[in-house]
């Protein structure tokens, strides 16, 4: 019987599982935006080339070959290895918290091409960030750009319950900002500054290359990226270890 012949596709590699002794099952976003499963067969041998093709972050072209369950990488080409991402813990924990989000907003069999190149140009972001805050914001846009693109896009102009102008407190469980009126009776609505409602519109809107253009705190920084992370956690209903570690750093 004659064998299926194999998928090409370019991806970037979201996380990798220990199989058996020396095996991984790596997990990677796809060009077209679905989400890919495969076996990188003695991807844990010592000096084996299949390891750092493998790695978090890099880009390849991956030949995937038809297997029991899972398909087989049967031949990996790194286009871009994003090598800078490991270097610094600080860089590695964003990249992380980049890749955690991607794993749970891309799904098998279901492509979108918006998908794959944000997740390619946030990577690059954080290699260029050239200070600790940058990482936190690279973090935060890509949180709330990716989530704003499925559907999960926060209302930071009106009262998201009345439409009035004036609105001041973030709620994540309402979907965006609450007037003094409306917030009244809900429990988790925050007041947040009008430069931090500015900030989170900059993150969805402007592009990274602005976005790394403009200066900014840590104190900002972290609230940023402390409220990307409640959005996230809250709409996609789980626990983002990842997000949480980059607070921490």
């Keep these: 019987m004659p064998r299926r012949p194999g998928v090409r596709y370019r991806t970037i590699v979201l996380g990798r599982t220990k199989l058996a002794e020396q095996d991984l ?35 390849a072209d991956m030949l995937i070959s038809p297997g029991r369950g899972l398909g087989i990488i049967t031949e990996a080409e790194v286009v871009n290895p994003h090598a800078s991402v490991g270097a610094e813990v600080e860089r590695l924990s964003c990249a992380s918290a980049l890749c955690e989000v991607a794993r749970l907003t891309s799904y098998e069999e279901m492509t979108d091409a918006f998908l794959y190149p944000l997740l390619s140009r946030a990577i690059t972001a954080c290699e260029e960030a050239t200070y600790r805050a ?64 500015d900030w989170l519109a900059a993150l969805i809107n402007l592009r990274f290359d602005e976005l790394l253009e403009a200066r900014i705190d840590d104190g900002t920084s972290t609230e940023l990226l402390s409220v990307a992370h409640r959005w996230a956690a809250t709409h996609l209903d789980a626990r983002l270890r990842a997000v949480e570690f980059l607070l921490t750093v």
């Design 134 to 197: 940058q990482l936190d914001l690279v973090a935060a846009a890509y949180i709330l750009k990716v989530l704003s693109h499925e559907g999960w896009r926060p209302v930071l102009d009106t009262c998201v319950a009345c439409g009035e102008p004036s609105a001041t407190r973030l709620c994540v469980r309402a979907g965006g900002l609450l007037c003094e009126s409306c917030a009244r009776e809900v429990e988790d609505a925050v007041n947040v500054s009008q430069n931090t409602i």
């Design 25 to 59: 099952i790596v997990t990677m976003l796809a060009q077209g935006g679905e989400q890919v499963r495969a076996v990188a067969k003695g991807a844990r041998k010592p000096g084996t080339r299949l390891a750092a093709r493998t790695n978090l972050c890099v880009e």
